[in-house]
């Protein structure tokens, strides 16, 4: 039991951490990111499931599922902005659910795929979720550790100042369309992985577990936990994890207890509990109360 | 010296409004250029335009021997046009430093894999930025903000550093819309004489002012643009000598056609 709590906030690490590039480092906002995960647990499903693979060998492959569903989405959305690029995202997450409930031959339609395998490697059967826990654990720790080295360089630079400032981050000629690409593909990346294990994990999945309900459950996360720094989404995780164990005896009153809480958030502390309070995203009442107290100082 | 910059008969137009009209002109390099015009002149469109915020009506611009009309404003800042904003824009959340650090963005090479595994291009990357806008704060003498929020700094001092950020992406040719604006007189000079050392340096300078003493005393060729037609192109005892331009700035009233400013 204690196991498989550790896998879901490892699992929800890895999803809201990857969201979080896109929603916090590069400032698309997006909604749809549990499509990344759906592509990536249906690769691994469909491909171990049905055609026997390995799982080592499709786990990669539900990365480049979703990555080429990203850039498939970012070509005709990468000019758009702000809200408009939201509800792109909002109808991929629907559409990629739909075809995944629809397309019978291949997903099983609303019976899911039943039956996935256990992966195994050198004899070793992941049968326990604590086996699944260190997979989850690799994965998201390779997730902060590949994600902090490439925010801290010349790429991690050009999202945030796509983030701070489009206009002047294409006068100093950062190339903002391919950069926003690729950070939307990178997000991405780590969710179809996730998605990837998933479905090992559980050994069944279906459609309705990738709603548009879900991705709001990821997007709470980064939301709550803070946007623009790595800690931030973890920190969502826990609390909502958290607070979703905590609560589970009131029901399905504790989403109100959610919508109540980013609304709290999103009033007081725009960047989340951890969020990059030296952003955009905290919005201009952090800087000016910062600049009277720096004044007060001197 | 050649002719970095020019245009054949641009225009702009904004459904019926003409905001730049058949403008031809160019810049020599190694001068620094002035364009000046009463408000809504269209001489920030004009920029826009040569920068390739907006692609032109109709018409032709070139940048260094090479068509850019069609071009992004990425892809023309990669062929070395720099260029500030009226309304400064710059990261505001960001110190100085990594301001500039951004603009050093288009000499570093590293990718993806150099940031992953910190090989030796991401290392020299790194270092190549931090060392080139250091340097460039300190030739503006603005090395004690270096470490300031760009946003919490006062606003002649953000305009400098905009300049900076433009610097380090070493370009052929700096664009500068209004860079005086809100400076006071001192402010203004120390700009001046930071832009004419850099002149002498080499740098090609164009830009786009409203104070007369200003582009005045440090132009060495000036266009005056009205209603979004070029009246007069040449150098400062010519242009304010120009009629077009007196009757352009002042009016043209009955009273003997004399100028009451």
Redesign the interface.
Known sequence: MRAALLCRLLLYSILAGSLNITNGYSGQTSLGHAAFYCVGAYTVAILTAKCGWSFWLALPLSAVGAILLAVLVSIPTVKLKGIYFSIVTLGMSEIVRIIALNWNSLTGGSLGIKNIPRPRLFGLVFDHPLKFYYLFLIVSVLFLF?SY??I???????W??IR??E??????????RIYKMGNFAYGALWAGLAGGIYAAYMQYIDSAVFSLEEGFNILSMVIIGGQGTLIGPLIGDLAVNGLTELLRSIGEWRFVMYGILIIVMMWFRPQGLAGAS???L?GKKI?KR??VT?KKKE | MGEILRTEGVCKYFGGLKAVDDVSMSIQSGDIFGIIGPNGAGKTTFFNVC?G?YKPTKGKVWFDGQDISDK???QI??MGL????QAT??????TVL?NV???C??H?K???M???F?TGT?KA?EEY?EHSAYDALKRAGLEEYALH?A??LSYGIQRKVEIV??LV?EPKLLLLDEPAAGMNRMETDSLREFLEMLNKEGQTIALIEHDMRFVMGCCHKILVLNFGKRICEGPPSVVIADEEVQRAYFGSGKIGGKASA
């Open positions: 590949v080295r490439v801290h360089s010349r790429i991690g630079n050009a945030m100042s701070e400032n206009l002047a981050a294409r006068s100093l000629g950062i190339r903002t030296d952003s955009i905290a800087m910062r600049t720096e | 920068s915020f992004n404003p990425e800042a990669a720099a260029r500030t904003f824009q710059l990261f505001q959340y960001m990594d650090k951004i603009g963005h288009m570093m590293s990718g993806f150099d940031a992953v910190h991401y990357d930025a929020k946003g919490n950020r433009s992406t």
